[in-house]
């Protein structure tokens, strides 16, 4: 099992060495902030002056060069706008998307896995249909539409709960509903599907047979059985949730770190760029390992060699 | 059946909590103001330029003029000033104003103001002069010389935010961001990033302290937000209602909206620099104009709230000239034009616009087809070519590969007109693609010229002549659409700046 995690590890250094080379690339690719940081009215000169105080006037391989050699420590720079560090930047705003992504991956959870075992249980009756149909709703509704009509209802007609921005708990409710109504969707869907299937093995009719309770057989043995797909789908949802929901945050005010890049992409600000994009990398990557040793937990037939 | 029950008493728990705990406030609290933005700007450096943070730039720090709600000249921090030569100014300073430290304003601190201006490593607020020195003569007075002489330098630095002492020695702006320290009537508590800034009154303000307690500038990206937010009252003010909008936040009773006309003048520029272009023909540009239905597309696409513009002048602007008409709408004699200038069939161009920006951002899509479906009546055939504001902006002055038509707006400052003709028509203005002689030095006359009335004069020569050469199309100055709470008592200003030092309460 180490040696299994110390050679993903190690496969991850040349990963995340290209994820760096890209992102340096495809920044440079798309013009430099020179033209935006210049105020009306500035001259050729200005304009040139510029470009040197953000250093853009060096040859490409000279600035990929001491990119790279920065990145490698840590230092991504600072901030072409704003003068900051660009990692504190990003920093800053982990926390908000981290709270939002796992709140709204409780909401999945709490309603997917439970609506699922019904649904399985009860197979092909109304409950099953209206069950499915809701997921159905779920995974078509635009998060962007459902988050607005929340709004409506809960905000503005009711009033019952704050309409946007980051604060107590109240204020996470409606985003974190409204991202976790179509991964709840995806959950449902996903378990009903697999749980059928193992609901139906040799096992669980023994267990069954031995006189266990219902409870016991879906819960203990069919359920764990049944929960590998739907692991390796929350790993990969949780890893876009944290790389940011910008339509959710946008709708709903919440500072989290897909907002954060998607306006230091139109400002052309790369190092908070290059430097969100690697924690989100590193982020993605650690997600999938945890998600690979979640599968030898839960089904002891697999080895780690 | 227990699975159902344990289900259901788990989502009965859970929905409990829920209600439990969201106990929200709504309304805002007496004396105090909330603003929504869609975004901030990066840093709180007065001397940086004021960019998205302009409002609460402007009400933490003060200049050494200052503008009032209509743009003129009224003494700020300086209680007067003379011109000692062309490009020199004498400033005596207000005594006994304090910085929100406590530190007194003296001479020597704003010399460390605009010594820090002219560091040459940084980047600065540009104008169409250079800082090029500033002398101390006593503890309250203080000669600023920059160059070229500009008759407007007065105006100019009112937006020129006096800092304390303390910041000046940070060359970078990230300080500036964590403690921004100036004389204005607001003093600053926190800035919690992408979600708001929270301003408080300055009771020491040498103005008299405001009325207003507490500012609260909230980061609301999505319009639809901000506009749920101003019916339940968890926002007092928004700048940038989209027109279809102001029957749906009037309805909520508690706000009004109130039409500001802005300052920034909507062209379409032609590319006259390329001689093999139909567009370096006069009679083409002008057919143009001709062409386009603009007051059509004010009333349809823009509600109305647009003001229509025959060149690049604001009627408010010095030197206005009311003489001048916009063009008609005539297609028939558009025609007649295109033929006499050799393009009897019409001609095919490419049109670059950037369809975000300006206040009347998203329509700008709608415009620009719009405007293309005009031009094809007349024969021309226009590509449009949607760029965002880096690419288009690279693209019109580093690059300088912009197609031959493209959408473009300037906003101008202090209501003088000398900077915006400079800026879009001047030959060696990096955004400009006019190469008129007569306009060159008609503008740098007009911009240099200290007497007021031969300045006045240049000014609507140039304006006759842009209507005659046509370099653009010339389409409006749209409204600024404000929605504001009818509990605070304030109107909007000619600068675009939510300054709410004169807000009083109902």
């Known amino acids: 099992m180490l040696r299994y995690v110390v050679k993903r590890l190690l496969l991850y250094i040349p990963t995340l060495l290209g994820v760096l080379a890209v992102v340096f690339i495809l920044t440079h690719v798309v013009g430099d902030p020179s033209v935006l940081l210049i105020q009306p009215g500035a001259s050729r000169e200005d304009l040139e002056h510029m470009r040197e105080i953000l250093g853009l006037d060096r040859p490409i391989w000279e600035q990929f060069w001491v990119f790279l050699r920065q990145a490698?420590?840590?230092?991504?720079?600072?901030?072409?706008?704003?003068?900051?560090?660009?990692?504190?930047?990003?920093?800053?705003?982990?926390?908000?998307?981290?709270?939002?992504?796992?709140?709204?991956?409780?909401?999945?959870?709490?309603?997917?896995?439970?609506?699922?075992?019904?649904?399985?249980?009860?197979?092909?009756?109304?409950?099953?249909?209206?069950?499915?149909?809701?997921?159905?709703?779920?995974?078509?509704?635009?998060?962007?539409?459902?988050?607005?009509?929340?709004?409506?209802?809960?905000?503005?007609?009711?009033?019952?709960?704050?309409?946007?921005?980051?604060?107590?708990f109240d204020h996470l409710i409606l985003p974190a509903v409204t991202l976790g109504v179509s991964m709840m969707a995806i959950v449902e869907r996903l378990l009903r599907t697999d749980l059928l299937d193992v609901l139906s093995e040799d096992y669980v009719r023994t267990a069954a047979a031995k006189g266990l309770t219902t409870r016991r057989v879906v819960l203990k043995h069919a359920l764990k059985n049944a929960l590998i797909p739907t692991v390796t789908m929350i790993g990969m949802q949780l890893g876009g949730l944290l790389g940011g929901a910008v339509v959710t945050e946008t709708v709903f005010g919440w500072p989290g770190l897909g907002r954060l890049v998607v306006k230091s992409i139109a400002d052309r600000d790369y190092p908070v760029v290059h430097c969100a994009v690697w924690i989100l990398a590193v982020v993605f990557i650690s997600i999938n390992l945890v998600v690979d040793l979640l599968y030898g937990i839960l089904d002891p037939r697999i080895r780690y060699d | 059946m227990r699975v159902v029950r344990l289900t259901l008493g788990v989502l009965f728990a859970v929905s409990t909590a829920v209600l439990l705990c969201a106990v929200p406030s709504f309304g805002a609290e007496p004396g105090e103001i909330t603003v929504a933005q869609s975004g901030f700007g990066a840093h709180l450096d007065p001397h940086r330029g004021y960019g998205d943070n302009a409002h609460v730039l402007q009400s933490i720090y003060d200049g050494l003029t200052r503008l009032d709600a209509e743009g003129n000249l009224l003494p700020g921090l300086a209680e007067s000033w003379e011109q000692l030569t062309p490009g020199t100014m004498r400033f005596h300073l207000r005594q006994g104003v304090t910085f929100h430290n406590g530190d007194e304003l003296t001479a020597e601190v704003v010399k460390l103001n605009v010594d820090r201006m002219m560091s040459p490593s940084e980047p600065r607020q540009a104008y169409s002069f250079k800082f090029t020195g500033c002398t101390v003569v006593d503890k309250y007075t203080v000669d600023i010389t920059a160059s070229p002489a500009d008759p407007l330098f007065a105006n100019k630095i009112s937006y020129m935010g006096i800092a304390a002492a303390t910041l000046c020695g940070y060359p970078k702006s990230d300080q500036f961001a964590k403690t921004p320290i100036g004389t204005g009537p607001f003093k600053f508590v926190e800035w919690v990033a992408d979600q708001r800034i929270v301003l408080v009154a300055n009771d020491a303000y040498?103005?008299?302290?405001?009325?207003?307690?507490?500012?609260?500038?909230?980061?609301?990206?999505?319009?639809?937000?901000?506009?749920?937010?101003?019916?339940?009252?968890?926002?007092?003010?928004?700048?940038?209602?989209?027109s279809e909008f102001v029957p749906q936040v009037q309805a909520s009773g508690i706000v009004r909206v109130v039409p500001m006309m802005s300052t920034v003048n909507r062209v379409v520029v032609f590319r006259c620099d390329q001689p093999d272009s139909p567009l370096a023909k006069r009679?083409?540009?002008?057919?143009?104009?001709?062409?386009?239905?603009?007051?059509?597309?004010?009333?349809?696409?823009?509600?109305?709230?647009?003001?229509?513009?025959?060149?690049?002048?604001?009627?408010?602007?010095?030197?206005?000239?009311?003489?001048?008409?916009?063009?008609?709408?005539?297609?028939?004699?558009?025609?007649?034009?295109?033929?006499?200038?050799?393009?009897?069939?019409?001609?095919?161009?490419?049109?670059?616009?950037?369809?975000?920006?300006?206040?009347?951002?998203?329509?700008?899509?709608?415009?620009?087809?719009?405007?293309?479906?005009?031009?094809?009546?007349?024969?021309?055939?226009?590509?449009?070519?949607?760029?965002?504001?880096?690419?288009?902006?690279?693209?019109?002055?580093?690059?300088?590969?912009?197609?031959p038509v493209f959408d473009f707006g300037w906003k101008t400052w202090y209501n003088d007109p000398g900077d915006t003709f400079y800026g879009l028509f001047h030959s060696q203005s990096i955004y400009a693609y006019t190469n008129n002689a007569e306009i060159d030095s008609l503008i740098i006359a007009g911009r240099a010229e200290m007497d007021r009335d031969k300045a006045r004069e240049i000014y609507g020569k140039i304006q006759e002549l842009l209507f005659v050469e046509a370099p653009a199309l010339f389409l409006w100055y749209v409204d600024d659409l404000y929605a504001i709470s009818n509990r605070i008592n304030w109107t909007p200003r000619v600068d675009g700046r939510i300054y709410l030092y004169d807000a009083t309460f109902y």
């Open chain 1, 72 to 168: 490698l420590q840590g230092d991504f720079g600072t901030s072409f706008w704003s003068d900051r560090a660009a990692m504190s930047i990003v920093m800053e705003r982990l926390p908000a998307t981290a709270e939002l992504a796992f709140a709204s991956l409780l909401v999945a959870l709490v309603l997917g896995i439970p609506a699922a075992i019904l649904a399985a249980l009860k197979r092909n009756s109304f409950l099953d249909l209206s069950i499915s149909t809701l997921s159905l709703f779920g995974i078509s509704m635009p998060s962007f539409w459902l988050g607005l009509m929340m709004m409506l209802v809960f905000g503005v007609w009711l009033q019952w709960l704050p309409i946007s921005g980051r604060g107590g």
């Open chain 2, 206 to 242: 040498w103005r008299g302290a405001p009325e207003v307690r507490k500012i609260t500038y909230r980061v609301i990206p999505e319009l639809s937000t901000q506009i749920s937010e101003l019916a339940t009252g968890g926002v007092d003010i928004v700048m940038g209602i989209p």
């Open chain 2, 283 to 403: 009679e083409v540009r002008q057919a143009i104009n001709h062409a386009v239905n603009v007051d059509l597309i004010i009333e349809q696409i823009l509600g109305g709230y647009a003001h229509r513009e025959a060149t690049v002048c604001h009627p408010t602007d010095f030197g206005f000239n009311p003489n001048v008409a916009p063009y008609s709408y005539d297609p028939n004699k558009a025609k007649e034009l295109l033929a006499a200038a050799g393009y009897p069939n019409g001609f095919t161009v490419d049109f670059d616009y950037n369809p975000t920006s300006g206040t009347s951002g998203p329509k700008l899509t709608d415009v620009a087809q719009t405007i293309v479906a005009d031009l094809a009546q007349v024969g021309i055939k226009a590509n449009l070519v949607a760029y965002d504001q880096a690419a288009m902006s690279s693209r019109v002055y580093k690059a300088r590969n912009v197609s």
